[in-house]
């Protein structure tokens, strides 16, 4: 008898259920007694078989952690297709999330009955894949082409209530999935309703796929499964028979599970699921989180204020004056309000959080309740160490005092006050309530539980938290300098900006390092330019000044309407400044440079290559804990593109020594530069990667 599933009879209907938790996936053994259940029912002379899942969900999918190695007897499209052969009356009834395979499974079955808080969906191409057990045949037959292509190409997940006007559902009804389920089919028995195979039902008319494929492969920035998954949707219309679409559904289906684009996009999805699982905070309680207090109401602060208030927490906002805080209230209203125009909040909610549960002051006193507070004020060493000690002054005991610092020696914060192992880092990333990382920054007193706290923060905000150790720019922006630093060498060698910028968005970043600079403001890198140079260049540090002089012209990006590119306001996006180039070959004559031609391909070789060194030094140091923590900080906070799943995943994906061997070879060119890490190179002498530290 399986363990996973169990079977019962209930007079003529065998009961089928998943007992795999915690979300049922299909993996060998569910695969094993799903098959040895109808088997038995068919055996026993049962005329009806009911699917469902026990625990909070019908299968969410094929086992995930199988993928990649050698599969095991029987395959899911094989069950699937014997499910619906079975001359016995297969019913589902689905609950929680009934997901790829799962859904499937579903759809194999010959009714489907859900309550109505289930979500079903194709989400496959997110993982790099398409549906492989006939979800690309029987989708388009039940639920026509166009569903079947926003479903599988986009892995939305839709609700059952849709899902029953799509036709994927045949019924939606309160109560048990058992007991929903057993009525459904009774019912379905005493009206003598017969068996309803999906592939028995006609092919539907054929569409545009060459169309429909160029425009799915656009969306996909760089990622391939999605429009793949058209092909074999096309196949479910063109194919000569139902078994003819589902052997190429198989074929695109191998194909892209042998594809880097699917290691990357598996990595990444179990990497944000451990990413904020830290072994030493296991059995630690955070403190309590009823109250939060934010310092500083600017960009920052104002989105950090929004992002706890939209998470139903109320918030005490502390600015200089009273003009200061309205502009805050009046940021934060802004940013309030474009959640009800997304349709993320009610009308109703938005008013109850602006007349209830923000309230704004410019006396510290107000935060003595507050659990934690969250300073965002100026970048200064001075006037942030004014603050903690304020802090420390008013708030009481065992309150969390964080910083939003990006890049001061927080252990310095800390030491402003009494108590610093209250003290933490939450490096929020701008727009604070829309960008989904958090980086929660560790400093050599920080509590245990003030840690624990942290996370527990960054859950209830649903941040993607990541554990990180005080240096300058902890992960993200210590790494992005080494990678932006990389990027103005090689505009002084002969690339343009421009060319830089298009072969990263090639490439699958959201946007080039260039129109980034000019969306965060260039005057930010032109403060640490003057900062660095003033505490002393290293010996044989390259140094570029065209950036400085845009600024000097009062350009500083997006805000002042010039950068890199011209902006004219109501457009997206800018056209590039021709203020620019004169300004880079003036500083490449001055340098003596003779420029000389980049490929893109050299381009990303080099930015990815100077990034994974920086961040195998921040691996190496302790700054991440795993490789897999950096990966998450590119990901989340800096637009890198998912499907390679992560700097480090791109790097053990190209290989290691290739890697080195590059940064020795042009280190002869720029030895200051082009400095191994040595975890880098202890990792290949060892025949290592970077997943051997994530797995360890
Ligand atoms: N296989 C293996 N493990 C899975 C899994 C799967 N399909 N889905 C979830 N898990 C694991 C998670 O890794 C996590 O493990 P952990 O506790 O050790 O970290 C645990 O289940 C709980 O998952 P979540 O933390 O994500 O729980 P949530 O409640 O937040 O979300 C979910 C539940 C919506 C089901 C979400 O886990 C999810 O989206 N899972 C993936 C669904 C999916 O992509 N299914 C398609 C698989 S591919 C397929 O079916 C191919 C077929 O066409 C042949
Ligand atoms: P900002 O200049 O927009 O806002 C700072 C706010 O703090 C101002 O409104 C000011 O009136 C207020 N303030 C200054 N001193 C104060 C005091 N003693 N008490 C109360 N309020 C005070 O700055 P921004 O961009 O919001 O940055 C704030 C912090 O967040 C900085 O430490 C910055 O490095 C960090 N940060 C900034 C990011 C960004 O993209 N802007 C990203 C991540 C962190």
Same mark, same amino acid.
């Given at each position: 008898?399986?363990?996973?599933?169990?079977?019962?009879?209930?007079?003529?209907?065998?009961?089928?259920?998943?007992?795999?938790?915690?979300?049922?996936?299909? =993996?060998?053994?569910?695969?094993?007694?799903?098959?040895?259940?109808?088997?038995?029912?068919?055996?026993?002379?049962?005329? &009806?078989?009911?699917?469902?899942?026990?625990?909070?969900?019908?299968?969410?999918?094929?086992?995930?952690?199988?993928?990649?190695?050698?599969?095991?007897?029987?395959?899911?499209?094989?069950?699937?297709?014997?499910?619906?052969?079975?001359?016995?009356?297969?019913?589902?009834?689905?609950?929680?999330?009934?997901?790829?395979?799962?859904?499937?499974?579903?759809?194999?079955?010959?009714?489907?009955?859900?309550?109505?808080?289930? @979500?079903?969906?194709?989400?496959?191409?997110?993982?790099?894949?398409?549906?492989?057990?006939?979800?690309?045949?029987?989708?388009? /037959?039940?639920?026509?082409?166009?569903? !079947?292509?926003?479903?599988?190409?986009?892995?939305?997940?839709?609700?059952?209530?849709? &899902?029953?006007?799509?036709?994927?559902?045949?019924?939606?009804?309160?109560?048990?999935?058992?007991?929903?389920?057993?009525? *459904?089919?009774?019912?379905?028995?005493?009206?003598?309703?017969?068996?309803?195979?999906?592939?028995?039902?006609?092919?539907?008319?054929?569409?545009?796929?060459?169309?429909?494929?160029?425009?799915?492969?656009?969306?996909?920035?760089?990622?391939?499964? %999605? &429009?793949?998954?058209?092909?074999?949707?096309?196949?479910?219309?063109?194919?000569?028979?139902?078994?003819?679409?589902?052997?190429?559904?198989?074929?695109?289906?191998? +194909?892209?599970?042998?594809?880097?684009?699917?290691?990357?996009?598996?990595?990444?999805?179990?990497?944000?699921?451990?990413?904020?699982?830290?072994?030493?905070?296991?059995?630690?309680?955070?403190?309590?989180?009823?109250?939060?207090?934010?310092?500083?109401?600017?960009?920052?602060?104002?989105?950090?204020?929004?992002?706890?208030? #939209?998470?139903?927490?109320?918030?005490?906002?502390?600015?200089?004056?009273?003009?200061?805080?309205?502009?805050?209230?009046?940021?934060?209203?802004?940013?309030?309000?474009?959640?009800?125009?997304?349709?993320?909040?009610?009308?109703?909610?938005?008013?109850?959080?602006? =007349?209830? /549960?923000?309230?704004?002051?410019?006396?510290?006193?107000?935060?003595?309740?507050?659990?934690?507070?969250?300073?965002?004020?100026?970048?200064?060493?001075?006037?942030? @160490?004014?603050?903690?000690?304020?802090?420390?002054?008013?708030?009481?005991?065992?309150?969390?005092?964080?910083?939003?610092?990006?890049?001061?020696?927080?252990?310095?914060?800390?030491?402003?006050?009494?108590?610093?192992? +209250?003290?933490?880092? #939450?490096?929020?990333?701008?727009?604070?309530?829309?960008?989904? #990382?958090?980086?929660?920054?560790?400093?050599?007193?920080?509590?245990?539980?003030?840690?624990?706290?942290?996370? !527990?923060?960054?859950?209830?905000?649903?941040?993607?938290?990541?554990?990180?150790?005080?240096?300058?720019?902890?992960?993200?922006?210590?790494?992005?300098?080494?990678?932006?630093?990389?990027?103005?060498?090689?505009?002084?060698?002969?690339?343009?900006?421009?060319?830089?910028?298009?072969?990263?968005?090639?490439?699958?970043?959201?946007?080039? %390092?260039?129109?980034?600079?000019?969306?965060?403001?260039?005057?930010?890198?032109?403060?640490?330019?003057?900062? @660095?140079?003033?505490?002393?260049?290293?010996?044989?540090?390259?140094?570029?000044?065209?950036?400085?002089?845009?600024?000097?012209? =009062?350009?500083?990006?997006?805000?002042?309407?010039?950068?890199?590119?011209?902006?004219?306001?109501?457009?997206?996006?800018?056209?590039?400044?021709?203020?620019?180039?004169?300004?880079?070959?003036? +500083?490449?004559?001055?340098?003596?440079?003779?420029?000389?031609?980049?490929?893109?391909?050299?381009?990303?070789?080099?930015?990815?290559?100077?990034?994974?060194?920086?961040?195998?030094?921040?691996?190496?140091?302790?700054?991440?804990?795993?490789?897999?923590?950096?990966?998450?900080?590119?990901?989340?906070? *800096?637009?890198?593109?998912?499907?390679?799943?992560?700097?480090?995943?791109?790097?053990?994906?190209?290989?290691? %020594?290739?890697?080195?061997?590059?940064?020795?070879?042009?280190?002869?060119? +720029?030895?200051?530069?082009?400095?191994?890490?040595?975890?880098?190179?202890?990792?290949?002498?060892?025949?290592?990667?970077?997943?051997?530290?994530?797995?360890?």
């Amino acid at each position: 008898m399986s363990q996973v599933i169990g079977y019962e009879r209930v007079g003529d209907i065998a009961v089928l259920a998943a007992q795999n938790p915690p979300v049922n996936a299909l =993996g060998m053994d569910v695969r094993r007694g799903l098959l040895a259940g109808i088997e038995r029912a068919e055996a026993e002379g049962a005329r &009806a078989v009911l699917i469902y899942g026990q625990g909070r969900t019908y299968f969410a999918g094929a086992d995930i952690r199988e993928f990649g190695k050698p599969p095991q007897d029987p395959f899911l499209p094989a069950l699937c297709d014997r499910i619906e052969a079975s001359p016995l009356l297969v019913v589902s009834s689905l609950h929680g999330t009934a997901l790829g395979g799962g859904l499937e499974v579903a759809l194999s079955s010959h009714y489907r009955i859900a309550v109505p808080s289930a @979500k079903l969906g194709l989400p496959e191409v997110n993982l790099g894949i398409l549906p492989g057990a006939g979800g690309t045949q029987r989708l388009p /037959r039940v639920a026509g082409v166009q569903a !079947a292509l926003d479903m599988i190409t986009t892995g939305r997940h839709i609700p059952a209530p849709e &899902a029953l006007e799509m036709g994927v559902l045949d019924r939606v009804q309160d109560g048990d999935p058992r007991q929903i389920g057993l009525d *459904y089919v009774a019912e379905l028995l005493a009206a003598g309703a017969s068996r309803r195979p999906v592939c028995d039902m006609p092919a539907p008319a054929p569409i545009d796929f060459d169309a429909a494929y160029e425009a799915v492969l656009k969306k996909g920035r760089g990622q391939l499964s %999605p &429009a793949v998954a058209v092909r074999a949707i096309q196949a479910a219309c063109e194919a000569e028979s139902f078994a003819a679409g589902q052997a190429r559904e198989r074929e695109l289906f191998m +194909d892209l599970m042998a594809s880097d684009q699917r290691k990357g996009l598996i990595h990444a999805f179990f990497s944000e699921r451990a990413v904020s699982k830290l072994p030493e905070l296991a059995g630690i309680e955070p403190r309590a989180l009823q109250q939060i207090g934010v310092i500083g109401g600017g960009t920052m602060g104002a989105g950090i204020a929004t992002s706890a208030l #939209l998470a139903g927490l109320p918030v005490t906002l502390v600015e200089m004056s009273q003009d200061a805080a309205h502009t805050a209230r009046d940021r934060i209203a802004a940013n309030l309000s474009g959640a009800v125009k997304r349709g993320k909040l009610s009308q109703n909610a938005h008013d109850d959080i602006l =007349g209830n /549960r923000l309230a704004l002051a410019t006396d510290y006193d107000a935060l003595r309740s507050a659990d934690l507070v969250i300073e965002a004020v100026f970048e200064d060493m001075e006037v942030k @160490k004014q603050v903690f000690t304020h802090l420390d002054a008013v708030c009481k005991d065992g309150a969390v005092l964080a910083t939003n610092t990006s890049y001061l020696d927080i252990n310095e914060i800390a030491q402003a006050t009494g108590r610093p192992g +209250d003290v933490i880092g #939450l490096h929020f990333f701008s727009p604070a309530h829309v960008m989904k #990382l958090l980086e929660i920054v560790v400093a050599d007193d920080s509590a245990p539980d003030v840690v624990a706290t942290g996370f !527990a923060l960054g859950k209830r905000l649903r941040k993607v938290s990541v554990r990180a150790g005080v240096c300058d720019g902890f992960i993200g922006n210590r790494i992005l300098s080494a990678y932006r630093a990389c990027a103005d060498h090689m505009v002084l060698d002969g690339a343009s900006p421009y060319q830089i910028d298009k072969a990263l968005t090639d490439f699958g970043f959201a946007m080039g %390092p260039f129109a980034v600079s000019d969306l965060a403001g260039l005057d930010i890198g032109w403060a640490t330019r003057k900062r @660095k140079r003033a505490a002393g260049l290293p010996e044989g540090a390259r140094d570029s000044t065209y950036a400085d002089r845009l600024c000097e012209a =009062g350009h500083f990006g997006q805000k002042t309407g010039k950068g890199y590119y011209s902006y004219t306001s109501g457009q997206r996006g800018g056209v590039p400044n021709p203020e620019v180039i004169p300004l880079i070959e003036a +500083d490449r004559v001055a340098q003596g440079i003779t420029p000389r031609v980049f490929s893109e391909d050299e381009i990303v070789r080099r930015y990815m290559v100077a990034m994974v060194n920086e961040a195998a030094r921040v691996v190496g140091e302790g700054i991440a804990r795993r490789p897999l923590d950096v990966d998450m900080v590119l990901l989340y906070g *800096y637009g890198f593109p998912r499907f390679w799943g992560g700097p480090l995943k791109w790097a053990d994906i190209q290989g290691l %020594p290739d890697i080195l061997s590059d940064i020795r070879e042009w280190s002869k060119e +720029d030895a200051c530069f082009w400095q191994p890490a040595p975890l880098l190179e202890e990792l290949v002498a060892e025949g290592r990667d970077f997943e051997s530290l994530n797995t360890a």
